[in-house]
């Protein structure tokens, strides 16, 4: 088995792989595939590592560009994400030895920690490799009383904003929302919604709606940006009207399980943690953050799958 960065050739291979494994359209996944590798913001910084046995590409594993800051300190992090096996070749742990692959992108010296939320399927794996996992994100849900969902006019749903415009708090180890970044997430993910509360001016909240068994809607907060003490009261006008909006009856957001302050925020707002969590794991290159900083901010929204 060799291991080689990616190269077109082996381009068909690897998007047959995930047409295969997930039913896509070939198109479709091709179109995403350049999308998300060769944006201008990611086309120099991705490290795209493959498994091939002669011309037969057993696997493909990538670890992307994924700007971190703490109190406006920028951390050059890389995610790992899109990794795939060939099913010829399951079974002899090809995923850790692509893993083990990450030195051969040119960016790997200058890289200061790697991050990731697996499945778990994967999670063992990222384990023998030495990855660690500090905590999980966890998941906070609100069942909306159809009573108090009075339309406020003091309030809007936004268009998809200018995110530099929101001055974030520097406590917190997070995800650097610069311009740049934003342009190329918003090339391949999903449109989402924003809300912007009068009586809150300093902060945004992101979210998404979904339907679950037919009947009802959730919204998902994503993330949010901005002043982390105005959160109570923005999730307060958010819920309060999500029902009359969007017909909405669960409201749910994850958060990273270290982050007290806002758990708390969510708890004295009215969500309840439940049996569900995220999986997030972290390896030191260049520095530990867990022991630097310690304080994380990581939501729904930091994976690069929203």
């Not at 082996?10 to 047409?19: A, P, R, S, Y």
């Not at 969590?277 to 799958?305: C, S, V």
């Amino acid at each position: 088995m060799n291991y080689s960065l990616y190269k077109p050739w082996m381009h068909d291979q690897i998007i047959n792989l995930f047409v295969a494994q997930y039913n896509v359209g070939f198109d479709e996944f091709a179109t995403k595939f350049k999308e998300f590798y060769f944006h201008p913001y990611q086309q120099n910084k991705a490290i795209m590592l493959v498994a091939l046995e002669g011309e037969t590409v057993a696997g493909f594993q990538s670890f992307f560009h994924w700007p971190m800051e703490f109190e406006k300190k920028r951390l050059n992090v890389y995610q790992s994400g899109n990794s795939i096996i060939n099913p010829d070749f399951r079974g002899q742990r090809l995923f850790n030895k692509l893993l083990q692959q990450i030195h051969l992108g040119e960016q790997y010296d200058s890289i200061d920690f790697l991050m990731g939320f697996p499945v778990v399927a994967s999670y063992k794996s990222f384990i023998r490799d030495e990855w660690l996992n500090p905590f999980d994100l966890e998941w906070y849900v609100k069942i909306i009383n159809p009573v108090a969902g009075v339309f406020s006019a003091n309030s809007d749903f936004a268009d998809p904003p200018e995110l530099t415009n929101y001055v974030q708090n520097g406590k917190f180890l997070k995800t650097n929302y610069n311009s740049e970044f934003n342009a190329w997430r918003a090339n391949f993910s999903d449109p989402k919604h924003y809300f912007r509360p009068k009586q809150f001016e300093n902060i945004l909240l992101e979210f998404k709606v979904t339907k679950r068994k037919r009947f009802i809607n959730e919204l998902t907060i994503g993330n949010f940006y901005g002043d982390p003490m105005q959160l109570k009261g923005a999730l307060n006008e958010l819920t309060g009207y999500a029902f009359r909006k969007f017909n909405v009856t669960i409201v749910s957001m994850a958060i990273s399980a270290n982050n007290y302050e806002i758990i708390e925020c969510l708890k004295s707002s009215g969500f309840k943690k439940i049996n569900k969590a995220i999986h997030f794991i972290y390896k030191p290159m260049k520095i530990n953050p867990q022991e630097q900083y310690g304080n994380w901010m990581l939501t729904r929204g930091d994976i690069d799958t929203w």
